[in-house]
């Protein structure tokens, strides 16, 4: 993939419109190829996190791919338990040595749970803004009055808010709050942890077109402007996903695909706002 290819994808402002997920990719050699085979497919854009223990696995990832540091959109999070404001400083600090950079695209609050405290957390993430550190400030699994209050309150821009969001789970409310706030919205388990290749109104899709579920499943997610980060560890999987970009449904398609009107949550913590 040439970095002309790549830089032809889609993005909203400046971020990859798909990116690499690598949640559960706890094998630290497979981590590392599968970001580096990611970059050189054309991906730009990797999202981790603290709490995945894979850090210093994505670094190296990109240190071997090539690819310059500043062409790829590098975004973690700060989990529940460092959500002081001395926490969130020191950890953030210790996320930037183990990806072996000098600051990150975007830093999200990866669940408003915890020691979580509007004020005090996002006032922690202005600061590293100020510092330098961070590009962008970012929330994760916020609901609407998440949303509200972390806008309200942070004196950066809120600049993404990343939830669970695939066919089955639309999160209307959540994306419509988005909107309404200038808050980009970035899907995890955009395929549904695997249920998208089970759903009959996807199959018919799929085979309409000649392509896998998967591909359906974030071709209609960059339909409605939300950034897809799927996990894929193979080489397989990395490049079927990346060719996504090339799949136009049609309007038949969509309205097809919102029909399906199912309320299918895969990623469901107590801890989450929506069981408070």
Excluded at 61 to 81: H, N, S, Y
Excluded at 183 to 196: C, D, H, K, M, Q
Excluded at 229 to 239: L, Q, S, Y
């Amino acid at each position: 993939m040439s970095d002309a290819l790549a830089a032809d994808q889609p993005r909203v402002a400046g971020m990859p419109m798909l990116g690499l997920g690598t949640w559960e990719n706890a094998d630290h050699e497979q981590c590392t190829e599968s970001v580096r085979t990611a970059l050189g497919t054309g991906y730009r854009h990797v999202d981790t996190a603290q709490a995945y223990g894979n850090e210093r696995a994505v670094g190296r990832g990109i240190a071997a791919a090539d690819v310059d540091r500043e062409d790829v959109f590098l975004a973690t999070k700060v989990w529940i338990d460092s959500l002081s404001h001395g926490d969130v400083v020191h950890t953030t600090r210790e996320s930037l040595d183990r990806l072996g950079v000098n600051s990150v695209d975007l830093l999200y609050v990866h669940w408003p749970a915890r020691s979580y405290d509007p004020e005090e957390t996002l006032g922690a993430f202005a600061e590293l803004y100020d510092d330098g550190l961070i590009d962008r400030v970012g929330v994760s699994n916020f609901e609407p009055a998440d949303v509200e209050r972390a806008v309200e309150v942070s004196d950066v821009p809120i600049f993404a808010n990343q939830v669970e969001c695939h066919p089955m789970l639309p999160n209307e409310a959540v994306r419509a709050a988005c909107e309404d706030h200038d808050v980009e919205v970035v899907a995890y388990s955009p395929l549904a942890r695997g249920a998208v290749f089970e759903n009959p109104t996807l199959n018919r899709i799929a085979e309409k077109h000649a392509v896998s579920e998967a591909r359906v499943s974030l071709a209609w997610l960059r339909e409605k402007g939300v950034t897809a980060i799927p996990k894929a560890t193979g080489a397989d999987h990395v490049e079927d996903n990346w060719a996504s970009l090339d799949l136009d449904l049609d309007s038949e398609d969509v309205e097809r695909i919102d029909a399906i009107g199912t309320t299918d949550r895969r990623v469901d913590p107590g801890f989450a706002p929506w069981n408070g």
